[in-house]
């Protein structure tokens, strides 16, 4: 099954909403991402920082954020793979490995040589996409794990860098 990797547009954003409410963090140790406010999505996809995966009929199948840190490549910036998703119809058909190398070439051309995300399968994250576990989480992500019901109450995610 063929999916195209495209910049998401404003008319995505119910459908990547679609994807992402079943897999967020709850309370009770369920999910797999952080719940991103819709404000806050409408600015990233603005940004141009969200990319979709369309599958046919133009169903969005997966979706992934790239997040950028404080400024630009060269002032000591992070770029964080975030808001990461493949819909279960999409799972185990390279949509995922296709998402990851779109977010890690926009990384690269924006001038990045590491590729940051939080994730709960490490393994999974060094076998099919080339990162290695971090012994310490870079602080600007983790301010982020603020937000999460899972913060502080049992979080199981790692730190994970590709290097570009």
């Known amino acids: ?9 404003f008319d995505d954003v119910d459908a990547i909403y679609g994807l992402i409410k079943p897999e967020v963090f ?14 806050k999505m409408r600015e990233r996809v603005e940004d141009g920082r969200v990319f979709v995966a369309v599958a046919e009929y133009e169903k969005i199948a997966g979706t992934a954020s790239l997040i950028i840190y404080n400024g630009t490549a060269e002032l000591d910036a992070i770029a964080e793979l975030a808001t990461f998703v493949v819909g ?20 690269r051309e924006a001038g990045f040589s590491e590729l ?9 994250f060094a076998r099919r996409y080339g990162f290695e576990q971090e012994d310490r989480l870079p602080q600007k992500i983790a301010q982020a794990c603020i937000n999460c019901p899972l913060y502080n109450n049992g979080c199981k995610e790692y730190g994970v860098v590709a290097r570009l």
């Not at 279960?88 to 990384?107: E, Q």
């Open 1 to 9: 099954m063929n999916v195209k990797i495209r910049t998401a547009t």
């Open 26 to 39: 709850t309370a009770d140790g369920r999910g797999s991402v952080l719940w991103v406010p819709e404000d």
């Open 88 to 107: 279960r119809d999409y799972r185990g058909k390279n949509t995922d490995t296709d998402l990851v190398s779109c977010i890690k070439d926009v990384a």
């Open 116 to 124: 940051h995300a939080l994730t709960y399968r490490p393994r999974v």
